[in-house]
């Protein structure tokens, strides 16, 4: 009945969704459908809706969103053909800001009122960084990145408010500048990075210890490098304490149609100028 | 009592915010604090405000979004220290989606459920493409770019949808490729353009009669290249026909403290990595 991962990894996106949408999957989606786009998830009531995407535009390096549903709509059509009820392989559901539940499909909790937005995540630039050469740590030990909380305050909107968190990747000193060029390419995934080197100058104590994630080694040539993180809603979520809020379960993300390695506007706008290509995607 | 354009030319931000919110100066602001972003302003409603938000973030390249007001808050604080009410020269106000009125202030109707969006122009690539050497028809002739409802349809957000209105510049065919370069560096600023060459393929019948702004010449050894535009929310707040719609007057933006050059993301996040300095933006 349950698929395994690597049954999967060739896989187009159409194909992973539907065997997710029938319960034949629940595992993460990491290495799945390469080259397509994989967004973080967080649905909350209208009411907090608009702060929320304040909360986003105000901080799009942690918060990218690359895609936001119409108001009781389980779908957001620009970035794909799915339902987000069930096309996720496991959600986690927030009650008052505090962890509730993980289910593998929330068709039962869905309402007429509720807002889906689609956040950019790490993905894209860590497979642009190792198209070009440039090893991850955390990925070659098979290990989750190592994420803190900084002393960076994301900008508020509404109840909206809390610490930017950062994950961090070791970089060889001699690629930090291709990597902030190629990371730079991927405003819809965290973008360039949001500090450099020395890791008390944004308020962590110790790198051996993340707040998520598990702890990553700086190798001798090696310059801890910092990237505003998707965890930062989570936490602002939890700040404003909303009544319902759904995410994704972490690792386990919407994928999308939409192509990796798309840069900036094209991910979002106009795929080409001829109003026939426009439409369909309308 | 008025003063002049010439006069104000060199003057920095806060002091040209300074002589139009003490009435000082009511005109254009085309060419006034180089190097500093100017931006599109429209303020509606909350109910309608997470619907036009959505439109925005749908159509980013016909709108893109640099700075949302907290709702009843006339101000965007980290675009600059402006009264969004005094500090623009002047603004149109709609009614139902029809132009009502056109003031010079718009204390008198600001109230605390208004939510105030500001919007890149095309000010920021002008400049950049200007300074590449690239001489722009309509600036050197001082008229108003010419613009033209094309057959690309915007994405639809709630009450909010209509034609992509897109600007025309004639372009020399040898600089092609750096003016797309160049334009495309500035995704708050419309980015790249969204067609070039025949305008019939974006359904424009004809160039010599724009919807809006004057025509313009397309010079022997020139090609016709298409921008969208920031009058295309004009069109789509005529179809939604919110009850109240300000907007400023064409021509009369406001002016911003941040960097006109400033790359994508950089505009709108961490200034630096270093906690004081984000902390004072937010």
């Not at 689609?118 to 860590?126: K, P, V, Y």
């Not at 970089?171 to 390419?185: C, E, F, K, Q």
């Amino acid at each position: 009945m349950s698929l395994r991962h690597s049954t999967l990894k060739d896989a187009a996106p159409e194909a992973v969704r539907e065997v997710i949408r029938t319960g034949q999957y629940i595992g993460h989606t990491a290495g799945l459908c390469p080259g397509r786009l994989q967004a973080n998830l967080v649905i909350l009531p209208d009411v907090l809706a608009l702060d929320f995407m304040r909360f986003c535009q105000r901080n799009p390096r942690a918060c990218p969103l690359v895609g936001v549903s119409d108001t009781g709509a389980p779908h957001i059509d620009v970035l794909g053909d799915f339902d987000l009820r069930t096309d996720l392989p496991a959600y986690n559901v927030y009650r008052d800001g505090v962890l509730a539940d993980s289910l593998n499909d929330i068709s039962g909790l869905w309402r007429d009122d509720l807002v889906a937005f689609a956040l950019g995540c790490s993905f894209t630039f860590e497979a642009a960084l190792q198209a070009a050469g440039i090893a991850l740590w955390h990925i070659e030990n098979d290990t989750t990145v190592p994420m803190f909380r900084s002393a960076i305050r994301a900008r508020t909107a509404g109840p909206f408010a809390g610490p930017v968190v950062v994950s961090m990747r070791a970089i060889p000193l001699a690629r930090l500048d291709d990597v902030r060029t190629i990371s730079a390419r991927f405003p819809h995934a965290h973008g360039a990075p949001v500090h450099v080197g020395d890791p008390a100058q944004i308020g962590i104590a110790d790198l051996s210890r993340p707040d998520w994630g598990d702890p990553a080694l700086v190798p001798p040539g090696h310059v801890p490098v910092f990237w505003a993180c998707g965890v930062t809603p989570q936490a602002a979520i939890a700040a404003a304490r909303p009544s319902l809020c759904i995410t994704h379960k972490p690792g386990h993300m919407l994928i999308t149609d939409i192509p990796d390695q798309a840069e900036a506007l094209d991910i979002l706008d106009l795929p080409s100028s001829h109003p026939s290509q426009q439409e369909r995607l309308t």
